[in-house]
């Protein structure tokens, strides 16, 4: 169905926004982002004019997890008619977890079926409940007592969580289950984007309907919010020799238990909340558990107080043929597996833009404020790119922040001004020294962000009790990452949170 805007908007006066701001650059170590709350002048419709220019479009959104769904209900409330797609036979993305792993267990067979999921079994949250959820709908304990209460529960609590959002809002009714989306161009005329899938499975489901067996279809639609997640194709460390070594690899993406790392020594690396999860994990079963990682401290190497068979090491120097692994200090262990813990990569195997967007060592570029590819605004846009952030909250910042662009509620910038503003934040990027592949690590500026974004269609800023809750539950993380999540609580900021919920009632 081809579905056209309802009524051209009013032409766009220039003012000077009451929300450009400008931040001091903070850099820390490699991980360091540089603020990229550096904005041209907005401009903003007409007042008068706005309610009556207010545009209804026919989006496409790619994705039912979090991002996906509360993408739907901010397109919906504004006005839009929302199809989403989705290829998985219920919502929750990420956080439907599943025993199944892939054949290949480093997940870099680009012919490989993908899992989704990169949940293990034992996974709780790394952030207290009370600061994952979404702003108007928190992410509670239930009042009946059932589920998990804890605050950092595990993840099936939160997978009930999204299934209550998207019950709440009458998501389920916009996804179209098991229809994958296999290309997503640009119509020639009219600014229009053409949407391919592919059935899956039945092929049924939610709104969607029609048979499976792989069948092929496709549609027209004013925009594209792409939420297709981006904890599925894994980053693999470069380890020298690792081609003659005899061991076995495998990615955290296939990490589920650790049963099948009984007796075994394994190098396991990375430092990331996964990797310090899953070496701890492994270390329960495992004859010895060895840690690399680029960004230990001299003064943490070496055995793990309370292990008798973890220690952590600097960065595997190479991989031996006689099964050894060395690492940069001199060391060295006879190892059975290497486990990357090493991120991922953001991929988008159906986006096809004639070279407008690209991915360049893991820079989703280029992208106005990690959302709006300048040239292609706002009728394509990326929903959860940036990392090192609370997501939940800032997808439903970023979604709020689309729906308003799509609809002519705000207007962003010309294509020029948002393409001066990427470029400068390349520029403060590479003058700094930080990598591309650090491009959307909002670690120092998340909140200076989720309130630029709230600025720009009045809603509320982050709250300054998750500022504050965020910060607490890092350094706690940091400290004692095996007792962090069971730690007596602040009681303060507990209150103040559940006092602010209570503003926003939740029907969980
Ligand atoms: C191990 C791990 C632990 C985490 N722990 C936490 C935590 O404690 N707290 C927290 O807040 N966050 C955590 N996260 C981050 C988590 O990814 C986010 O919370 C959030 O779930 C991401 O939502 P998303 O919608 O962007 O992506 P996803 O949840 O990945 O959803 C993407 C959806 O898109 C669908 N899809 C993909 N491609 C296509 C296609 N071509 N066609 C149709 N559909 C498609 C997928 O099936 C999926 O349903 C964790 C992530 C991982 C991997």
Known sequence: MLVGPKRLPSRPKTLSSPFVRHFPFRARGSFASVNPIHSPRLRLWDDTSMAASMISRHVAVIGAGAAGLVAARELHREGHRVVVFERESRVGGTWVYTPGTEADPLGTDPGRAVVHSSLYKSLRTNLPREVMGFGDYPFLARADGSGDPRRYPGHEEV?????????????????????????????????????????????????????????????????????NGHYTEPRIAEIPGIDLWPGKQMHSHNYRTPEPFQDLVVVLIGSAA??????????????????????????????????????????????HEDGKVTFLDGGSVGADIVLHCTGYKYHFPFLETNGIVSVDDNRVGPLYKHVFPPLLAPRLSFLGLPWKV????????????????????????????????VEDFYS?????????????????????????????????????????????????????????????????????????????????
Not at 475 to 489: I, L, N
């Open 159 to 227: 997978l009930a969580y999204l299934e209550d959002f998207a019950r709440e809002f009458g998501l389920e009714e916009m996804v179209r289950f098991e229809k994958e989306t296999v290309g997503v161009g640009m119509v020639e005329e009219g600014g229009k984007w053409k949407v391919k899938w592919r059935m899956r499975n039945g092929g049924g489901g939610g709104g969607g309907g029609g048979g499976g067996n792989g069948r092929r279809e496709e549609d027209v639609f004013d925009a594209v919010v792409v939420c």
């Open 274 to 319: 996964s990797a310090v999860d899953i070496s701890r994990d492994i270390a329960k079963v495992a004859k010895e558990v060895h840690v690399a990682s680029r960004s230990y401290e001299d003064k943490t190497l070496g055995i793990q107080p309370d292990y008798k068979n973890l220690w952590l090491h600097p960065m595997i120097e190479k991989a």
């Open 390 to 421: 609370v997501p939940f909250p800032q997808f439903e910042y970023q979604s709020k922040w689309i729906a308003s662009a799509l609809s002519g509620r705000i207007a962003l910038p010309s294509e020029e001004e948002m393409m001066a503003d």
């Open 428 to 508: 403060e990027l590479e003058a700094a020294g930080i990598p591309k592949r650090y491009t959307h690590n909002l670690a120092n500026s998340q909140f200076e962000y989720n309130d630029w974004l709230a600025g720009q269609t009045g809603s509320r800023p982050s709250e300054e009790w998750r500022k504050k809750m965020y910060s607490d539950s890092s350094r706690k993380r940091r400290a004692g990452p095996e007792t962090y999540r069971d730690e007596g609580e602040d009681e303060t900021l507990v209150s103040q949170a559940h006092e602010d919920f209570a503003k926003h009632p939740s029907h969980r």
